[in-house]
């Protein structure tokens, strides 16, 4: 069979291909961004339908995505940035290494593109946007931050009368009391095996016993040499962690055993306290464990903390200097960390959005959640973690200065003395 | 007689410097010395440059310092507490895995008679585990809290040790020790074995004839006849504890507050936790020198085998 086509349909069909030519999109440059972020549960899926969302007006935008493990990744990332073929937008904790990549130039200034219609600083608050500033200008986009809270058994509570304790002294005496019932409980395990547990209670109880303002010319190696971490409360802090260990609160072997051991003692109610971040209530969740509750690290009796202040770690991400399509990686993030994609990384990660302007629509995600996000909300100050704060040779001492502490082959001022001597050859070498 | 492709020096009576025989071998060695030399000889060069300079993981300059990382080297405490528990994994390491392994190898080769090659196999069996599964199944066993050991000691009326076996600094260093001789001991029964099979067994006859039996056909008949198996068993052996890396890594991390850093983990510890590079680099050397010196006389000692 054949088709002839008379001169008028030629015509109308060439009018029409060549109308069809006209009218269609120009296609820009297809732009592939790679991100690299950590493997938390629900990352890859969040991240997978926000690009495919993104690409409603991005259409020539192909997100990349790989994940790593907490680790690895910082190593990781370091080489990666360094060399050839790195990420373009990488996730960073606020502190340190974000400070560091920014001195040796690998991270971009994002603030123009930030400050642009649709950017993200104009979506942020501003202490969200402090997360990432330095010297005035904006190196990352802060995405969510962590938190932590001592998480207890409410049924266990209930069973045996036990108040949430007001003071440090109060909550060595609640572990006492626990081991009364049962000497093999462990009222609160702590898993420091790789360190970064104990440094966490380090945090808060340095806060507890000097308050942030106390401790943060210390911290940034801004004091004078002869007055850097003289301050008595930091062997009072390490006191503390001592006297509820002897109260009987951590598991015997606190720097053998690894913190997935302490959160399954916690999540399978073998434990009836654990000290745990935010990030845990997506594991107690998934355990099936959902009747707990939670309270902020008790104050230290004669202590300067605050009880408005409480452990926050911002994390979010950077773009780095050498990717080649800076205005699409600050797009891309800047609709991240949007009204409705703030929402489902709630839903998706379980994590405190930056952007929390919907969470209370969060669905799927653990009642706690919720009480949570409202209780960050009413902390009128952040406290830091010490291991992305300080610089690493005194994050290094500090970890293993508490190690020593909780194997008893340091005293309280002995440690402080170690952390000193690590801080001083930190800030001669500045 | 293949034809010379160049001048023979023939005229001169020397040997013939290049001709096909010669070509064709280079060129089949071509592509595993381009690899040596890109992965291996290419960084070890990096490595001796960048210990004269002081520069962080992703620093842009490079500041040259002299001999100030070796200098730095000697006076680091932490340094010298690496080295000194490398040499105690090496010392230990030859006593439990040469000495475990001419034990097992002397048991398997006399003294028994069936089922050898299921004992061999069993032994052999963690060799080919990769150490990252080793150190994580390990580090379950040693759990002060649901590991079995625990359980076990205190089934046996005996209380485990309080900091936990990897988190006691008197003790984590001896359980590297017993995770390491565990994986390896079968490698080194089975090269023993190996070297005892190869002897004779009209030797034995022999000596027996002549009155020598028991210890003395062992010092006079055995002991000679493994001699290089032994030296080379303990050379590998040797190297190994002080390459060690990924099983420190993996179940301490050089930890508890440092007890069982090696300088595999310190050296890695300076560099990636810490930037300092060049440091680093300088304890690389440092590595690379002991390996490399202790790497010859294995081959040497390998030909006289």
């Known amino acids: 069979m054949q088709f002839h086509l008379n001169g008028e349909v030629r015509l109308v069909a060439s009018a029409l291909l060549g109308a069809a030519v006209l009218v269609s999109p120009v296609h820009a440059e297809d732009i592939v961004l790679k991100m690299w972020t950590l493997d938390n549960s629900g990352y890859k899926e969040f991240i997978a339908e926000a690009a495919e969302a993104f690409k409603a007006t991005h259409p020539n935008v192909t997100i990349e995505h790989q994940i790593f493990p907490g680790d690895p990744y910082k190593t990781a990332l370091k080489v990666a940035l360094v060399g050839s073929d790195g990420p373009d937008v990488f996730f960073n904790w606020s502190g340190d290494r974000a400070k560091q990549l920014v001195k040796d130039k690998l991270a971009l200034d994002i603030t123009d593109f930030g400050n642009a219609p649709g950017g993200f600083a104009k979506v942020l608050p501003e202490g969200w946007l402090d997360a990432f500033r330095y010297d005035g200008r904006l190196y990352g986009v802060a995405a969510d931050a962590v938190s932590k809270y001592v998480f207890y058994d409410k049924a266990y509570f209930a069973e045996h009368k036990f108040e949430i304790p007001k003071t440090l002294g109060e909550l060595g005496n609640l572990c006492k009391a626990i081991r009364k019932i049962d000497p093999n409980t462990v009222p609160m395990p702590l898993g420091n095996k790789t360190r970064w547990k104990a440094i966490h209670w380090m945090t808060m109880l340095n806060e507890r016993a000097m308050g942030v303002a106390g401790t943060a010319a210390d911290y940034d190696l801004s004091r004078p040499a002869d007055q850097l971490y003289t301050d008595p409360g930091y062997a009072k802090a390490f006191q503390a962690l001592v006297d509820l260990q002897d109260a009987g609160c951590f598991e015997d072997a606190p720097n053998a055993t690894e913190y997935a051991i302490a959160d399954s003692m916690f999540a399978t109610k073998a434990s009836p306290m654990e000290y745990c971040g935010t990030w845990c209530t997506s594991g107690l969740d998934a355990a099936g464990f959902t009747d707990y509750g939670f309270f902020r690290l008790p104050l230290m009796d004669g202590g300067k903390g605050s009880f408005d202040a409480n452990f926050l770690v911002p994390e979010g991400y950077q773009v780095s200097a050498k990717s080649a399509h800076p205005k699409e990686a600050v797009e891309w993030l800047s609709f991240l960390v949007s009204d409705e994609q703030g929402l489902k990384f709630a839903e998706k990660v379980q994590f405190l959005p930056s952007n929390a302007k919907l969470v209370d629509k969060a669905q799927g995600v653990p009642a706690s959640f919720k009480d949570i996000a409202r209780d960050v909300g009413t902390l009128k100050q952040g406290v830091n973690v010490l291991d992305a704060l300080l610089e690493s040779t005194v994050a290094d001492a500090y970890m293993n200065a508490t190690v020593e502490v909780l194997n008893r082959t340091l005293t309280p001022d002995q440690a402080v003395g170690k952390i000193r001597e690590a801080a001083l050859a930190a800030q001669a070498k500045k | ?305």
């Open chain 2, 1 to 305: 007689m293949a034809p010379s492709l160049t001048s023979t020096l023939g005229d001169t009576g020397k040997r013939p410097v290049l001709n096909a025989g010669n070509i064709s071998a280079s060129a089949m060695m071509a592509p595993a010395l381009i690899l040596v030399g890109v992965f291996i000889l290419i960084p070890a060069a990096v490595a001796v440059i960048g210990s004269f300079f002081d520069f962080g993981m992703t620093s842009a300059t490079w500041t040259f310092v002299g001999g100030a990382n070796y200098r730095r080297a000697v006076t680091d405490p932490l340094f010298w507490l690496a080295i000194s528990n490398n040499i105690f994994i090496v010392i230990g390491s030859v006593v439990s895995q040469v000495g475990g392994g001419a034990i097992l190898a002397a048991i398997l080769d006399r003294g028994i008679r069936r089922g050898s090659v299921v004992y061999r196999t069993i032994i052999f069996m963690p060799v080919v585990i990769s150490s990252i599964a080793v150190a994580f199944v390990w580090m379950l066993i040693l759990d002060p809290n649901v590991g079995p050991l625990n359980a076990i000691v205190k089934t046996l009326g005996l209380s485990p040790p309080r900091l936990g076996w990897l988190g006691d600094p008197a003790i984590s260093l001896w359980m590297l020790l017993l995770i390491a001789a565990w994986q390896n001991v079968g490698f080194q029964m089975m090269l023993i074995l190996a070297g005892l099979q190869a002897i004779p067994k009209e030797h034995y006859e022999a000596a027996s004839l002549d009155g020598a039996r028991g210890l003395k056909a062992f010092w006079y008949i055995t002991l000679p006849g493994i001699r290089n198996v032994l030296v080379l068993a303990t050379l590998i052996t040797v190297i190994g504890g002080f390459k060690v890396f990924d099983l420190v890594f993996v179940t301490t991390g050089g930890g508890p507050a440092n007890a069982t850093q090696v300088l595999g983990t310190y050296t890695y510890t300076q560099a990636f936790s810490f930037g300092n590079m060049g440091y680093a680099n300088a304890m690389a050397v440092v590595l690379l020198v002991t390996a490399a010196l202790l790497g010859w006389l294995q081959v040497r000692l390998s030909r006289r085998a």
